[in-house]
């Protein structure tokens, strides 16, 4: 198992790369706020401006694909925050 700390993944090929380590069936929670460790599930997955309802002038920007946090699970194990280097 790789882990990786202080990596900034900031495309699809990146979050794809970072896990496809993993089995396919394994849970995945978002985890938040380092100060005050939380796990959320995810909730929904939209790309912008593709998935938004918008009405006005076009928008020029590149696309963007968003990740939802979901309801929020309960707060970070221990464990997972020494994994991430919240510790």
């Known amino acids: 198992m790789i882990t990786?700390?202080?990596?900034?993944?900031?495309?699809?090929?990146?979050l794809v790369a970072a896990l496809e380590h993993y089995d396919p069936a394994t849970p995945v929670?978002?985890?938040?706020?380092?100060?005050?460790?939380l796990e959320n599930l995810l909730a929904r997955?939209?790309?912008?401006?593709?998935?938004?309802?918008?009405?006005?002038?076009?928008?020029?920007?590149p696309p963007v694909v968003w990740l939802g946090a979901g309801e929020q699970v309960g707060y970070l194990p221990a464990l997972?925050?020494?994994?991430?280097?919240?510790?």
């Open 45 to 61: 997955v939209a790309c912008t401006p593709d998935d938004a309802e918008y009405e006005g002038p076009t928008r020029t920007g």
């Open 80 to 87: 997972a925050a020494n994994a991430l280097g919240w510790s």
């Open 4 to 14: 990786l700390y202080d990596t900034t993944i900031a495309t699809v090929g990146e």
């Open 29 to 37: 929670r978002l985890a938040t706020q380092p100060g005050y460790p």
